[in-house]
């Protein structure tokens, strides 16, 4: 894909076996599971860890020595806000997004002598599938994945390493991370978002489950036998 005259891959979905040059790289495949911890597979634990994650790692490990040596690049990793402010329900799929905001923040101060730039880009609910069945906290809405395609563009344009969408949204991780653990928690309970991913319409979310329990991510199913 060309944008602005930069050839872009997305998730690796262009060449990057030094068959051609990549200027951007864009991760931002992602499943989200939720729901009580003891109640979720293993296959859809073991799913979300490797798109989320593992998913994101080689990519990066494929497009980075071409940028390197050129000494330009960017590549720009599409995490969540719960990579930074966890809710309850979201155990595994926090653990993953914080994984690649640590990854992507080591991953720019790294490179940045290289002048290649990294971003990671933190949205909050998205109005996609991913939400499906689930209601919004008090006082927010689901951010249109217009939205967060805008905030692509324009880290391309200027580049920083963190970027929360929609732009006010940035001041609440710095807010959680101030608060004590009664104070989280009683924020969380005036929000409603201490039961959003705890108490959610099981039919309305099946056909998103589902797809989430059988995706295979990058390696084999797990062994159920």
């Known amino acids: 894909m060309n944008i602005g005259g930069k050839t872009v891959a997305i998730n690796g979905a262009a060449r990057a076996d030094g068959g051609g040059r990549i200027d951007v790289l864009i991760n931002y495949a992602?499943?989200?599971?939720?729901?009580?911890?003891?109640?979720?597979?293993?296959?859809?634990?073991?799913?979300?860890?490797?798109?989320?994650?593992?998913?994101?790692?080689?990519?990066?490990?494929?497009?980075?020595?071409?940028?390197?040596?050129?000494?330009?690049?960017?590549?720009?990793?599409?995490?969540?806000?719960?990579?930074?402010?966890?809710?309850?329900?979201?155990?595994?799929?926090?653990?993953?997004?914080?994984?690649?905001?640590?990854?992507?923040?080591?991953?720019a101060d790294e490179f940045a002598p290289h002048g290649v730039h990294v971003s990671v880009v933190m949205p909050p609910f998205t109005a996609t599938d991913l939400i499906a069945g689930t209601r919004t906290p008090l006082g927010s809405k689901a951010v249109a994945p217009a939205e967060v395609a805008a905030a692509v563009l324009k880290v391309l344009e200027k580049p920083k390493t963190l970027v929360v969408v929609p732009y006010p949204m940035r001041f609440m991780a710095p807010l959680m991370s101030m608060l004590g653990p009664r104070g989280r928690r009683w924020l969380n309970g005036k929000v409603g978002s201490d039961r959003v991913f705890l108490d959610f319409d099981a039919d309305a979310r099946r056909a998103y489950q589902e797809r989430a329990e059988t995706a295979t991510g990058m390696l084999a199913p797990a062994d159920t036998e």
């Open 30 to 107: 992602g499943v989200m599971p939720v729901g009580h911890y003891f109640e979720q597979s293993e296959q859809a634990i073991r799913t979300a860890v490797e798109v989320n994650l593992c998913g994101v790692l080689p990519g990066c490990r494929l497009v980075l020595p071409e940028m390197v040596d050129r000494r330009s690049g960017h590549i720009v990793n599409i995490a969540s806000l719960a990579g930074a402010v966890p809710v309850p329900g979201q155990v595994v799929y926090a653990g993953t997004k914080f994984a690649v905001v640590g990854m992507s923040t080591a991953m």
